[in-house]
């Protein structure tokens, strides 16, 4: 019996990661397949699932060659002045806008790890530098950095702001300390 429930848990264990990878992926693909999918599907007698994504990403790869080019680079760029003006959603636009960067952009905002103790104990923390000037958002801050430190099992998050001299840089891909932190300490490279 023992020898049966042990294999039960194995199995749980190899099946759940493997499903919930799969059914991720799946709902990605019908995500962006919808995008554009919902508009061709009346078009198509027999719509092939994939045409939506596909689509997507040449209109995606077409917005962004002619976002490098001289009149449409300046009409986007107009649009994105416009964005900034208008209240309320420059708030969000710049949100995204920033956080898309960070991720993805020439400047990424999580390149640096960094760990840090909590003062009087002994306790350390692992984190991203996102900004090192923070006296351009308020000017008594100009000796500390903003440092994102992930919750683990979960997309969220806190941002602390830390005196620079207490931080200590570390030689971590960002992305395994990311893994290491969602982790909760149970992946190593």
Same mark, same amino acid.
């Given at each position: 019996m =023992?020898? !049966?429930?042990?294999?039960? *848990?194995n199995g749980v264990l190899t099946v759940i990661p493997i499903v919930l990878v799969i059914y991720v992926i799946y709902k990605l693909f019908v995500f962006f397949d919808s995008i554009l999918g919902?508009? !061709?599907? #009346?078009?198509?007698?027999?719509?092939? #699932?994939?045409? %939506? *994504?596909?689509a997507t990403l040449i209109i995606i790869t077409i917005l962004g060659w002619l976002s490098t080019k001289l009149v449409t680079g300046t009409i986007i760029k107009l649009i994105d002045k416009l964005l900034a003006k208008i209240p309320l959603v420059k708030t969000i636009y710049s949100v995204i806008k920033d956080t898309v960067n960070s991720f !993805? $952009?020439?400047? =990424?905002?999580?390149?640096k790890v960094v760990t840090f103790t909590f003062p009087g104990t002994a306790v =350390?923390?692992? $984190?991203?530098i996102t900004s090192e000037n923070l006296e351009q958002f308020y000017s008594p801050f100009e000796n500390y950095c903003a440092v994102y430190i992930p919750q683990t099992f979960q997309v969220a998050g806190?941002?602390? *702001?830390? #005196?620079? /001299?207490?931080? /200590?840089?570390?030689?971590? =891909? #960002? /992305?395994?300390?990311?893994?290491?932190? *969602?982790? $909760? %300490?149970?992946?190593?490279?």
């Amino acid at each position: 019996m =023992k020898s !049966l429930a042990k294999n039960f *848990l194995n199995g749980v264990l190899t099946v759940i990661p493997i499903v919930l990878v799969i059914y991720v992926i799946y709902k990605l693909f019908v995500f962006f397949d919808s995008i554009l999918g919902n508009i !061709l599907r #009346p078009h198509f007698p027999h719509y092939i #699932p994939g045409i %939506g *994504l596909i689509a997507t990403l040449i209109i995606i790869t077409i917005l962004g060659w002619l976002s490098t080019k001289l009149v449409t680079g300046t009409i986007i760029k107009l649009i994105d002045k416009l964005l900034a003006k208008i209240p309320l959603v420059k708030t969000i636009y710049s949100v995204i806008k920033d956080t898309v960067n960070s991720f !993805l $952009g020439d400047k =990424k905002s999580f390149s640096k790890v960094v760990t840090f103790t909590f003062p009087g104990t002994a306790v =350390k923390s692992i $984190g991203f530098i996102t900004s090192e000037n923070l006296e351009q958002f308020y000017s008594p801050f100009e000796n500390y950095c903003a440092v994102y430190i992930p919750q683990t099992f979960q997309v969220a998050g806190f941002t602390l *702001l830390i #005196p620079k /001299e207490d931080l /200590e840089i570390i030689e971590v =891909k #960002p /992305e395994e300390a990311m893994k290491f932190i *969602l982790s $909760g %300490g149970m992946t190593s490279k």
